[in-house]
Nanobody, 119 residues
Framework: QLHIVESGGGLAQAGGSLSLACSATGSISSITSMGWFRQAPGKQRELVATVSSSGTTYADSVRGRFTISADNDKLTVSLQMSGLEPEDTAKYYC??????????????WGRGTQVTVSS
């Protein structure tokens, strides 16, 4: 089981930049993916960016503007956000997915960090 903490959220102007950081403590057998999701009020939680052994995935809406990086050994994952748009306003959640005892996949979530982009 992991305890996840996100940081770096805040207020930015349109066109600005923010860096989000996720740090986890605990242990996990093996990591299958690490990434970021976001959820705005009244909307479903959506994938922003993930990284796994098979590669990196970005949502179409953020591709070219956001960059994800992860360190499986240190259990950290960051999200560099540039060219922010008001539509990026949401609460961003860190996700670490991995195998636990028994070979089952388990999703670990942080409590989220708010990102607000003004026009």
């Amino acid at each position: 089981q992991l305890h996840i903490v996100e940081s770096g959220g805040g207020l930015a102007q349109a066109g600005g930049s923010l860096s989000l950081a996720c740090s986890a403590t605990g242990s996990i057998s093996s990591i299958t993916s690490m990434g970021w999701f976001r959820q705005a009020p009244g909307k479903q939680r959506e994938l922003v960016a993930t990284v796994s052994s098979s590669g990196t995935t970005y949502a179409d809406s953020v591709r070219g503007r956001f960059t994800i990086s992860a360190d499986n050994d240190k259990l950290t994952v960051s999200l560099q956000m540039s060219g922010l748009e008001p539509e990026d306003t949401a609460k961003y959640y860190c996700n670490i997915q991995g195998l636990v005892q028994g070979g089952n996949i388990y999703d670990h979530w942080g409590r989220g960090t708010q990102v607000t982009v003004s026009s």
